[in-house]
Nanobody
Framework: QVQLVESGGGLVQAGGSLRLSCAAS????????MGWFRQAPGKERELVTRISWSGSSTYYANSIKGRFTISRDNAKNTVYLQMNSLKPEDTAVYYC??????????WGKGTLVTVSS
């Protein structure tokens, strides 16, 4: 099993920044990638960004390209999501996810990000 714990959410004004963290513990050797998803009220959960366990490969959704950056610290088994130039439409619960193979096998409980206009 892998446990994921997110932190760093909160309330921020439009144009501001937040950094989310996701600490992984347990059988982390089984993970080959980590990602951040988000789910806004009334909408489906969507993939925001993903990074390979080695950090050599990343993916960003078009909606956040150039504003969000995913990174990882292997020594701490932690993944970060730096969010800049936040917009009200970025308001959502953000979930950390761990992949085994091509699918998400583990989820964090989520952290709420609210961007006020």
């Amino acid at each position: 099993q892998v446990q994921l714990v997110e932190s760093g959410g909160g309330l921020v004004q439009a144009g501001g920044s937040l950094r989310l963290s996701c600490a992984a513990s347990g059988r982390t050797f089984s993970i080959n990638a980590m990602g951040w998803f988000r789910q806004a009220p009334g909408k489906e959960r969507e993939l925001v960004t993903r990074i390979s366990w080695s950090g050599s490969s990343t993916y960003y959704a078009n909606s956040i390209k150039g504003r969000f950056t995913i990174s990882r610290d292997n020594a701490k088994n932690t993944v970060y999501l730096q969010m800049n130039s936040l917009k009200p439409e970025d308001t959502a619960v953000y979930y950390c996810a761990a992949y085994r193979g091509s699918s998400v096998d583990y989820w964090g409980k989520g952290t709420l990000v609210t961007v006020s206009s």
